[in-house]
């Protein structure tokens, strides 16, 4: 667990490392469509996973998210921070920003993580 880049409010977000958070992408305004693919982290101010190529610093994604135990999938928008292809490795992964999010979307994200973080404490 680490703590996130400020968002665009200047709050602070606890980021988690995930599997089980599925994301499909396009381009903004257009329909989402393609495989889901597995995330890699998330808080409740952006995202990180994998892409088929490098984007480029600022593209918009529209995004749709489904988090384990929810049956309707999130849709976001998202700003790209940061896409790279790590050595060793053959995809590459964008780290994106939540532009446009319905707040009772970003809640149930940040109530996800918390459930997490909860889960993992030892007793």
């Given at each position: 667990?680490?703590?996130?880049?400020?968002?665009?409010?200047?709050?602070?977000?606890?980021?988690?490392?995930?599997?089980?958070?599925?994301?499909?992408?396009?381009?903004?305004?257009?329909?989402?469509?393609?495989?889901?693919?597995a995330a890699k982290d998330i808080s409740g101010g952006g995202?990180?996973?994998?892409?088929?190529?490098?984007?480029?610093?600022?593209?918009?994604?529209?995004?749709?998210?489904?988090?384990?135990?929810?049956?309707?999938?999130?849709?976001?928008?998202?700003?790209?921070?940061?896409?790279?292809?790590?050595?060793?490795?053959?995809?590459?992964?964008?780290?994106?920003?939540?532009?446009?999010?319905d707040p009772l979307d970003r809640g149930k994200i940040i109530?996800?993580?918390?459930?997490?973080?909860?889960?993992?404490?030892?007793?």
């Amino acid at each position: 667990m680490r703590k996130s880049n400020t968002d665009r409010a200047g709050r602070m977000h606890i980021r988690i490392e995930t599997s089980v958070i599925k994301v499909k992408y396009g381009v903004a305004g257009r329909e989402v469509e393609g495989a889901r693919r597995a995330a890699k982290d998330i808080s409740g101010g952006g995202i990180r996973f994998p892409v088929d190529k490098r984007l480029r610093q600022g593209a918009k994604l529209a995004l749709e998210l489904k988090l384990p135990q929810e049956t309707v999938p999130i849709q976001a928008q998202v700003d790209v921070i940061w896409s790279a292809r790590f050595p060793g490795r053959r995809t590459y992964e964008a780290s994106c920003q939540f532009t446009r999010i319905d707040p009772l979307d970003r809640g149930k994200i940040i109530r996800y993580i918390h459930e997490v973080l909860r889960r993992r404490k030892p007793r």
